[in-house]
């Protein structure tokens, strides 16, 4: 079993930024990429950004390109996410998951981000 322990998070005005953090307790076979994922009241969950361990690929949701930086350190098996630009829209519970061939098997607690002047 893999453990997703989360960080950061919390309240920013428009325009601010936060770091999202989301440590792995191991490395397995099935921990193949680490991902973001949001959930704003009375919405489906929706993809953020995504990174894999070994080739370092990343990819983004359209709303976060541009603003959002998804980046690792290997080293400390966790996972970064650097948000800039932040807007209203962004206020959303923030969830870090683990897998691999698109399936997300390991779920972290997730984080309260709210963006509001």
């Known amino acids: 079993q893999v453990q997703l322990v989360e960080s950061g998070g919390g309240s920013v005005q428009p325009g601010g930024s936060l770091r999202l953090s989301c440590a792995a307790s191991?490395?397995?076979?099935?921990?193949?990429?680490l991902g973001w994922f949001r959930q704003a009241p009375g919405k489906e969950r929706e993809f953020v950004a995504g990174?894999?361990?070994?080739?370092?690929?990343?990819n983004y949701a359209d709303a976060v390109k541009g603003r959002f930086t998804i980046s690792k350190d290997n080293a400390k098996l966790t996972v970064y996410l650097d948000m800039a630009d932040l807007k209203p829209e962004d206020t959303a519970v923030y969830t870090c998951?683990?897998?691999?061939?698109?399936?997300?098997?390991?779920w972290g607690q997730g984080l309260q981000v709210t963006v509001s002047s």
């Open positions: 998951a683990g897998g691999i061939g698109g399936t997300y098997k390991y």
């Open positions: 191991r490395r397995t076979s099935n921990l193949y990429a």
């Open positions: 990174i894999t361990w070994d080739y370092n690929t990343s």
